[in-house]
């Protein structure tokens, strides 16, 4: 006979047991199961079942969406929602004092100031030609195709990803999928709470989250399409909070238009060089760059990648100085 006391004990033991096991079943996502990168994530694993149905109905695989959504076992995250609301709503209700563009200055590579901080190195030059030597047919190659030098094409892949470097910590596929489906204040309270006067705003507030969820769903949408017709997995593609990816940083529905096939593969895989220059270089041709541009005209065209003039400049200064190097 056991003593009643150690009894009590071996029972309590095992119902510890019990619900330890209940709480690790998988496929069951826990209500405070907290997102990649630290935020709290919003518990509405039911909206990956609508998204999924969405996409099907819009004319993807079902049989391919259902398998892949029934992978995703974490709720959605609040986190591009969250950071894209707070990013409109400071803009528009809490505007800071308008600071004085900067005025350009004059340098001597001739490529007007400001750049990024510590980009326009020789150290940095001499990385992106090493690159270039390295991946010589892929420049060659896209520079004769789309007439875009082929310092230009380093320089923006440094810019945007150190030469593919970093290539951002999300994955492309859950960050778009949770910003189409985070459309309610309520869903993004932990942001919220810290923009001054937001409870006034709310009707605003919505209609921008709606918006925005609207965006992100033609942008997972093209993403799919592009992993199911490359055989790519979605959860296998990082990305940037908002969904872009590879080594140029190409929107998913930039990929109809612009990407290219660059090694003839069969697959454009934006996280190959050969692929990711070729399609850089084709949306800048197909922007307006063409031969015996001047600084004003590159720049209009690097800004159509990405529309502030120091990000322009940057590239510019730095493929100079590329070209420069002995």
Same mark, same amino acid.
């Given at each position: 006979? *056991? ?12 119902? /510890? ?8 079943? +998988?496929?069951? +996502? ?38 892949? *959504?029934?992978?995703? =076992? ?5 986190? #591009? ?7 409109? $709503? ?10 004085? #563009? ?9 490529? +007007?100031?400001?750049? *990024? ?14 690159? @270039? ?12 195709? $789309? ?10 892949? *440094? ?11 999300? %994955? ?6 949770? @910003? ?35 965006? /992100? $769903? ?14 790519? =997995? ?21 990929? #109809? ?25 084709? $949306?800048?041709?197909? %922007? ?20 502030? %003039? ?17």
């Amino acid at each position: 006979m *056991f003593p009643a006391s150690r009894l009590y004990s071996m029972i309590l033991g095992l119902l /510890a047991l019990s619900l330890a096991a209940c709480a690790q079943k +998988p496929g069951i +996502p826990s209500q405070n199961l907290v997102a990649e990168n630290g935020q709290e994530s919003v518990s509405a694993t039911k909206d990956w079942q609508a998204l999924s149905l969405r996409l099907q109905r819009d004319g993807l695989s079902a049989e391919r969406t259902s398998a892949l *959504f029934a992978r995703l =076992d974490i709720p959605p995250s609040s986190i #591009p929602m969250g950071t894209k609301v707070k990013e409109l $709503y400071s803009n528009a209700f809490l505007p800071r004092p308008k600071a004085r #563009p900067p005025k350009p200055i004059e340098t001597k590579l001739g490529i +007007p100031g400001p750049w *990024f901080k510590g980009v326009v190195t020789v150290e940095n030059a001499k990385k992106c030609r090493e690159f @270039m030597n390295k991946h010589a047919v892929a420049f060659a190659r896209a520079e004769l195709d $789309y007439g875009v030098p082929s310092e230009v094409a380093a320089a923006l892949l *440094f810019v945007e990803t150190r030469l593919g470097g970093y290539l951002g910590k999300h %994955n492309a596929f859950y960050m778009l999928a949770s @910003m189409s489906v985070v459309r309610e204040p309520e869903d993004i309270p932990e942001y919220l709470e810290k923009l001054k006067g937001a409870e006034d705003h709310l009707p605003w507030i919505r209609e921008k989250m709606e918006i925005k969820g609207e965006w /992100a $769903y033609k942008e997972l949408k093209a993403l799919l399409t592009y992993c199911y017709a490359n055989n790519i =997995d979605p959860l296998e593609v990082k990305g940037s909070i908002y969904g872009a990816f590879g080594l140029c940083q190409f929107m998913p529905t930039n990929l #109809p238009r612009y990407g290219v096939d660059g090694n003839k593969d069969g697959v454009i895989d934006l996280f190959t060089v050969d692929d990711a220059v070729a399609s850089l270089s084709n $949306y800048l041709r197909k %922007n307006g760059w063409k031969s015996g541009l001047s600084v004003t005209g590159q720049t209009k065209v690097l800004r159509s990648y990405n529309a502030m %003039n120091i990000y322009a400049h940057t590239i510019l200064a730095l493929a100079k100085t590329i070209r420069q190097l002995p």
